[in-house]
C-alpha cells in the first residue's frame, strides 16, 4: 500500500485512539498536533508541515474554523462528529468541498458497524415492497469521561444515533421533536418521516451499561437488534485512505455530515 501522510489534529481521549490504531498497517505516516499539550506539536503549526491529509478530533466548537482553514490550504479532511455546530458553517463547509482536489469524511463510526449495514439492506428491501414500520434506537450506559459533562447529550452523543438514521432512509424528515433533560445527559428524539416514525432514546447516565439497541415495529411484527460494542476504527481510517488513494467514496461523507448537523439544529430548536 501506498504510505501518505497524516496530521491528527487534537490528542484528547479520541485522538489518541485514532493514533494508536494507525500503527496496525504500514499505510500512514503519522504526526500527532495538539494545542494544549506540550507532548505533541502545537495545532497551529499543522498548515505549515505539508499535512495534506487531516483529522480533526479537537472540541467541535474548533471543528469549523480548522475544517475550513484546511479546506482552503487544499488538504483533505476527516472531521470528527459533530461536523460543526451549525446547518450555516456545514453548508459552508460543504461548499469547499466541492471544489476540485479536496475530500471530506465526517467521523460517525457507526457506519462501519456490520449490523448497520444489515439493517441498511433490511430497511432498503422493506421499501422496495411498501413494508413500512417505525424505528426505535436506544443507547443507555453509564459515562465514563466526565468531559462529556461539558457539551449536550444532543449534540454529544446524538449525532452517532441520527447520522444512522440518515443513513437508513432516503427522505427528510417532515417534522421534529425533542427533550433534553435539564442536566443535559439525556434526551428524547421523535423524527416523523411519514411512513416511518422513528424514535431515539438516549441516556449517557443510566444505572448500567446496556448500549445501542434498534427495534423494527410493524404492527404485530417486532424485530429486535443490538449494535454490539466491536472495534471500528480500523476500518473507518481504512474508508479515510480508500477515499484519498483510490477515490472510493465512503458512506460518511460532507453530504451526510450537513444533513445530520441540520437534523440536530431543528431538534434543538424545537427543544426551546
Known sequence: MEKISLGICGMGRWGNKIEANTYFNNCWKVRSFDKNSPHYNDWSDIYSELYNNLIISTPPDTHFELAKKALNSNCNVWIEKPMCKSYEQALELKRLADMPFRKVMVGHILMYHPMVKALKLIIDD????????????QNLYQ????????????????????????????????????????DKHSCNICLDYNKFKVTILINRNYHTNIGRSVRLVNG????????TNIPLLQEELR?????????KKPIADINQGCEVVRIIEELERSNK
Open 239 to 247: 474508508a479515510f485512505y480508500d477515499y484519498i488513494v483510490y477515490d
Open 143 to 182: 459515562k465514563k469521561d466526565m468531559r462529556e459533562n461539558e457539551e449536550s447529550v444532543l449534540w454529544n452523543i446524538a449525532p452517532h444515533e441520527i447520522s444512522l438514521v440518515v443513513y437508513w432512509l432516503p427522505y427528510q424528515p417532515i417534522s421534529y421533536k425533542c427533550e433534553v433533560s435539564p
Open 220 to 227: 404485530d411484527n417486532v424485530h429486535n437488534y443490538e449494535l
Open 126 to 137: 422493506n421499501i422496495k415492497h411498501k413494508k413500512y414500520h417505525d424505528i426505535h434506537i
